[in-house]
């Protein structure tokens, strides 16, 4: 019986090496090592010990082909990426969800189609969106956090 992969228990160096298979597809940890130390000033001791905990984690499997290894996602990117964000906004304050993701808008490079396809769903949304969002940190109180 195989457990569901989480995401959420990713470090910040192994989504690092996650984002360079999920756009490879699936890669050896030769190319794995070269792409990332564009980027990173990592050994490859460290690229293998954080692939080891990636496959123990059973976020990546491995294919053996001789002696060389492939490594590839027991997860897809957006999958993951929905883990995490679903993780992170059940730790906030319902009404306080609104305004994080109006600071991301803010602060996030994104391109006229995303900006577009935001505008089409908030024209749907504010038609049945309440005046107020209550808070949920307190059982008895609704709202509590202004």
Known sequence: MTLPVDATEMTKSEWELMRIIWTKGQAGSSEISNL???KKDWTESTVKTLLRRLVSKQILKTTKDGRR????????????M???TDEM??????MKKGREI????????????DIHAMQTILTEKIKTAPKQINCNCLPIEKNCCW
């Open 36 to 38: 990332i130390r564009v």
């Open 89 to 94: 906004f059940s730790r906030m304050c319902d």
């Open 102 to 113: 109006v600071k991301l808008i803010f602060e996030t490079a994104l391109s006229q189609d």
């Open 82 to 84: 929905d883990q995490l």
């Open 69 to 80: 290894f492939t490594y590839s996602p027991q997860i897809t990117e957006g999958a993951a």
